[in-house]
Every structure is written in structure tokens, then in C-alpha cells.
């Protein structure tokens, strides 16, 4: 069959992305995590190793989407309570890791100035998926550690995609411009959404609360395309700011989590496996263990004594920072930002990405079998303040 016939392209996509799907319930692992093992497949051994034009806006999309998604799942009330010590944990959370990966892909690996920031910002990152979920099955979310583990995570993800934001923008006055439009577009979002949305809801079948929410992530996505910056950092801060609104109208999140989960990630997801090189596993393999351990190291030494100063147990710090070592999904956006942009080459790519699954795999998995058995003191549960979001996909 010609793969060039969409078509037949299409329905190749999504069955591997259902078959992705099961594999992922049946090893219980990410499916966000297997839609990139998949991808690495489909791109080696069908000899589509160049994705189309559609493709890559699809996937563009999905990126823009996902991150939203991620900053509405923020509790506003719980992020205030828990102010300094999850901005002092989430910052340093990314901070040391950042440097040690520039430092290293810059003065050992021998990169350019522009692929070690890359490199450090994708390796920087924290999976809010893979925390908020593993949280959730310790019986944790509504705990002190569990709320302080988890908006910590959305600090160092929020300072993940401001760097990147920062350092690849292109500044000029046409940039300073469309930044005022969208700061202003941003600060009437939260206020406008509510009542939009009750009016809205007088058409519940044509979903015209979905439309809006899409047409303003597009907006925002056109400014950042124009400023010639990257668009996951607006949708993210729109995500954090109607976070509010989320929490309070869990069919609405459930509606847009189905239609990004079920057409836009997968193309997402899949499409950053298609970058990668399986040579880079044999011919790479010291710079991805270079990367990986780096990390590693980074976010043990910035998380596991912070947790300490903020009278966390010893248990409980140990936990909190293996579980967040792994990355996923911020770490694949700004790594899919390198090798679109033409900083990040396919060998590159590949061990930057290799890497960051390594991060994913290994010291989740030590933290959830090592301390199978972490509980919480009832005295420590805090009143749950709403129901907890379910972004799972993500990885």
C-alpha cells in the first residue's frame, strides 16, 4: 500500500497508536512512553523516517494541548499554602540539573552552546503525570508530602518551558508587540472563562466550550509563531490560570482530555520516536549514560536535601526524589523544539531522547518497588481542596 496516500498513512497511525494503547495496559507502563517505543518502530522498520507536513502540525498541536492540560491540573489553593517550599524545590529542581547537563554536553560532549541548552532544559524537566500518579496509588495526594511533591513539579516544568521560551525567542520590537497582546489575552482568560462557559453550555451537542478553548490555544499559538518563540509556554500559563475553572468542571476536562488523548498526543508521541536513531544506542551509548547519569545525580542532590529542610522524613525524601528524576513529556517537547528548529541533529536528538526515557524507566521504578509500602500519618492529611485531575497520559 502507498504510504504517501494518507489514508492508508492515517489508518497505519492509529492502529499502531490502539496497539500502543494495549501494550500499555497490559505492562502497566506510560502509553504516552510506548506511543515513542511504537513510533521508534514504525519509523525504522516501514521506512517512514520522514514525517509529513500534516504530521508535523499534528503533532505541534498535540504538544500545545498537552501542556495546557498539564497546567490546569495546578490546585491554585494548595500552590499558595505551599509557596516557598515548592518554588524553592522546584527551582532547584531544575536549576542543578540544567547546569550540570550544559556544563557537560558543552565542555565534555563537545556540543555548541545552543544543543547544550537544549540538552539541559529536556533533561531538567519532571513527569507531573508520573508523580500525580504515583502519589495517587501511595494515597498520598491529599498529604502534605504528596501536595508539596506535586506542585513542586509544576515549578519545575513552568521553569522548563520559561527557558525555553527565553533563550529561543527571537526578541525584536514585532516580538515585545505580540507578548503585550498575549499577556493581555492571558490575564482576561481566567476572567472571561466562567460565565463564557455557562452561556456556552445552552448548546451542550455542538461543544462550543471545546471550540473556544481550541481557537484560544490557536491564538496564542499564532502570536508565539509570529514572535517566532515556542508555543507550549503560553498554553501552559492559560492551562495554570483557568486551572480554577478546571477543577470545578471536571466534565469539561474530561471531554478535552479525550480528544487530545485520543487523536492529538498520539501524534505527539509517536512522531518523537520517528527522530530517533537506533544506532545512536550502540554508537551513543556513553553520551547517553553520560546524560542520564548527570541528571540523575542533579536531581538527587537538589531534591533529596531540600526535602530534608522542609521536615520531610528521610523515607520520604529518598522517595519524592527518585520519583522526580523521571521526565517525559516537557523533556520530548523541548527536545521535539531542538530538532525542529534544526539546533538538535538526529544523532543528537536520539541521545538526549534515549536519555530521557532511561530517566523515565529506572528510577521511577526504583522508587516505586523500593518503597512499595510509604504511607501517611493521618494527623498530616490536609482537606482535599478538589478532586484531582487524571492526566495519566502524559507519562
Known sequence: M??????????????????????????RVSVALMEVLVGIGLSHFLGMAQPTEW???????????????????IDPRSFRHHAASSLTIGFLSFLLPFGLIYLLAHSVLGWSSAQSIIAGIALATTSVAIVYTTVVEKGMESSRFGQLLLTSCFVTDF?????????????????????????????????????????LRQSPISEPEIKFLFFILALL??????????????????????????ATDRQLVYRMRSLAYGLLTPFFFMKAGFHISLHALLYGALPICLLFGVKFLGKMTAVWPTLLA??????????????????????????????????????????????????T?????????????IGVKAEERERKIAEPGEFEEEG
Open 221 to 246: 499559538g499564532a502570536l508565539a509563531s509570529v514572535a517566532q518563540t515556542e508555543p507550549v509556554l503560553p498554553a501552559y500559563i492559560a492551562g495554570v490560570l483557568v486551572a480554577k475553572s478546571f
Open 55 to 73: 504530521m508535523v502540525f499534528l503533532a505541534r498541536m498535540g504538544s500545545v494541548t498537552l501542556a495546557f492540560l498539564a497546567g490546569t491540573e
Open 310 to 359: 522542609f521536615r520531610c522524613s528521610p523515607r520520604e525524601a529518598s522517595f519524592g526524589s527518585l520519583l522526580t528524576s523521571g521526565g517525559l513529556t516537557f523533556g520530548l517537547i523541548a527536545a521535539h523544539f531542538g530538532v525542529a528548529s534544526g539546533i538538535l541533529g538526529r544523532r543528537l536528538y536520539s541521545e538526549v531522547t534515549i536519555a530521557i526515557l532511561l530517566s
Open 361 to 373: 524507566l529506572i528510577p521511577v521504578i526504583g522508587a516505586t518497588r523500593l518503597f512499595p509500602q
Open 2 to 27: 502507498p504510504l504517501d496516500n494518507p489514508w492508508v498513512f492515517l489508518a497505519i497511525w492509529m492502529g499502531a497508536a490502539f496497539f500502543a494503547a494495549v501494550i500499555a495496559l497490559q505492562l
Open 159 to 199: 521553569a522548563s518551558v520559561l527557558s525555553l521560551g527565553l533563550f529561543f525567542t527571537h526578541w525584536s520590537p514585532t516580538s515585545f508587540l505580540l507578548l503585550l497582546v498575549a499577556l493581555v489575552l492571558l490575564l482576561a482568560l481566567p476572567l472571561s472563562l466562567g460565565p463564557l462557559l455557562r452561556w
